[in-house]
């Protein structure tokens, strides 16, 4: 006697299938250790709402997390830079230092446009050891009005 499969199982195997690249990627995600990066940081001082001319200016803080539970980190650089790729702000003076799961962080307040909606940080760190990048982020928020609006940006490795 053969057994015969119902017309179900080739589609929930294809199924599975096209999953298993999916799920891969989620282990892939997880950066590799290093020991240093240097990273560029979107920002937004403003960004322009119904028309061109109508700005809403936005506070932008950017915040640098050590994710590793064992290393420390050591920020080095954190430089602000308009929309044209011009130096507006060093931030770092001295290098800083940041422990496991610490964070720090750098403000440019709502009435500084002058970044623009371009505007950029570069920031560089490194560590002793390998360790785990930071997470490397700004948030905007603004309001004006009754008008808010709130969104996130995620830095991006240049180099190591």
Do not use: C
């Amino acid at each position: 006697m053969r057994y015969r499969y119902p017309r179900t199982v080739p589609a929930i195997l294809l199924f599975m299938l096209t999953l298993l690249p999916a799920m891969a990627a989620g282990a892939a995600d997880v950066p590799a250790k290093t020991s240093g990066q240097t990273v560029y940081v979107p920002a937004y001082s403003h960004i322009y709402h119904g028309n061109k001319n109508a700005k809403l200016l936005l506070s932008v803080t950017l915040s640098i997390r050590n994710v590793d539970p064992d290393n420390p980190i050591t920020i080095t650089v954190v430089d602000y830079y308009e929309t044209r790729g011009k130096l507006v702000r060093q931030f770092v003076k001295a290098p800083v230092s940041l422990g496991p799961l610490w964070s720090e962080r750098y403000i440019i307040p709502q009435d500084d446009s002058s970044g623009g909606s371009g505007a950029n940080f570069i920031v560089k760190w490194q560590a002793a050891a390998p360790a785990n990048p930071p997470i490397i982020e700004t948030i905007m928020i603004g309001t004006q009005s009754q008008l808010g609006i709130s969104f996130t940006s995620r830095g991006q490795a240049l180099q190591n």
